[in-house]
């Protein structure tokens, strides 16, 4: 069974930052990739970065410069640092990790955490 469990969400200031980890529970499987989404109020769940396996992360345009997602294996803990916070970067912050398993690719997601920015 897969497990993720996201922390480091909070109420920041416009400029301010934060660390989103991801603890996730995926040995024995093969991990596709790993990846931060989030949803707004209203709005769609869109991606903010994805790390395939041996590849480089790829990130939204409206991150690019601000965000820094990164890996500790031994740990098996993902992060997210996000710098130059906005409001607009407001929303529930998911991790996600994709992994083969009987034949098949299945999506698994943590139980979100919050992100407010506000002054």
């Known amino acids: 069974q897969v497990q993720l469990v996201e922390s480091g969400g909070g109420l920041v200031q416009p400029g301010g930052s934060l660390t989103l980890s991801c603890t996730h529970s995926?040995?024995?499987?093969?991990?596709?990739?790993m990846g931060w989404y989030r949803q707004a109020p209203g709005k769609q769940r869109e991606l903010v970065a994805v790390?395939?396996?041996?590849?480089?992360?790829n990130y939204a345009d409206s991150v690019k410069g601000r965000f820094t997602m990164s890996r500790d294996n031994a740990k098996n803990i993902v992060y997210l640092q996000m710098n130059n916070l906005q409001p607009e970067d407001t929303a529930v912050y998911y991790c996600?990790?994709?992994?083969?398993?009987?034949?098949?690719?299945?999506?698994?997601w943590g139980q979100g955490t919050q992100v407010t920015v506000s002054s």
């Open positions: 995926t040995i024995s499987f093969s991990i596709n990739d």
């Open positions: 996600n990790v994709d992994v083969w398993r009987a034949g098949g690719l299945y999506a698994y």
């Open positions: 790390t395939p396996t041996g590849g480089t992360t």
